[in-house]
């Protein structure tokens, strides 16, 4: 029994390097697909919101002489390259896969609309939106929770390299203790950077709660969806 029918998975572009130091590792992809096909085999409607960062960050664009909106629709694009490769991934996993884009680009992928979206969700597709939110100035984060909230997700789900929020960086700090649940004021309070504040506010103003995991490891996903204690809970 799944305790979410429909979910909104927010990949960093990062986590698609694996140990690599750029571009898209073939391992983690095939990883993460059969994963996300463990999960859609017991009905639960996905969708999906990935980063860029492993090909091209806006943002850091701005220090080495872009102009940032130039630098945020290099991003964009970023995502959508990483959006196909896990379409293609989900497919040759046997899970009928769909990328929509924010920004018109057929034949790439269809654009995006939410009604288009959840037409193919309840079709049996997961769903990869590509693109951002299609302005600049704003993170995929921010794309992830408004996308979640456009398709009435039962919960965002962040995938990290860790396994949820900590007091500081576990990767850093031996002493870091793990939260198993927070509310949002709490986690703001705190200054936890779980998601940028934008990010955050939808989520908080809207009621979908954010659950960080550890994506990386096996079956992880799925223990999600069934309910069983992994990660933090923001609600």
């Not at 990062?14 to 690599?20: H, K, P, R, V």
């Not at 700090?173 to 949002?184: C, Q, R």
């Amino acid at each position: 029994m799944s305790k979410y029918q429909r979910i909104l998975l927010k990949l960093s572009g990062e986590s698609l390097m694996g140990n690599d130091k750029y571009g898209i590792s073939t391992d983690v992809l095939e990883k993460y697909s059969a994963d996300i096909a463990s999960v859609t085999e017991t009905g639960v409607q996905v969708a999906i919101v990935t980063g860029g960062g492993n090909i091209f960050r806006g943002i850091s664009g701005t220090g080495k002489g872009f102009d940032r909106v130039k630098g945020d629709s290099m991003g964009m694009l970023a995502t959508v390259i990483n959006s196909l490769a896990i379409q293609s991934a989900l497919e040759n996993a046997g899970v009928k896969a769909v990328t929509l884009t924010a920004v018109r680009m057929e034949p790439v992928g269809e654009y995006y609309s939410s009604a288009k979206a959840i037409k193919y969700l309840d079709a049996g597709y997961t769903v990869i939106v590509a693109g951002g939110t299609g302005n600049p100035f704003f993170t995929t984060d921010s794309a992830a929770a408004l996308r979640g909230i456009e398709l009435k997700a039962d919960i965002l789900l962040k995938g990290t390299r860790v396994d949820g929020v900590y007091t500081a960086d576990p990767e850093k700090d031996p002493t870091a203790v793990k939260y198993s649940s927070l509310t949002f004021d709490e986690a703001y309070e705190k200054g936890l950077k779980i998601m940028d504040l934008t990010a955050f506010t939808l989520c908080k103003e809207n009621s979908l709660p954010i659950l960080v995991f550890d994506m990386n490891t096996a079956g992880n996903l799925k223990k999600v969806i069934s309910g069983e204690s992994t990660g933090t809970i923001i609600q």
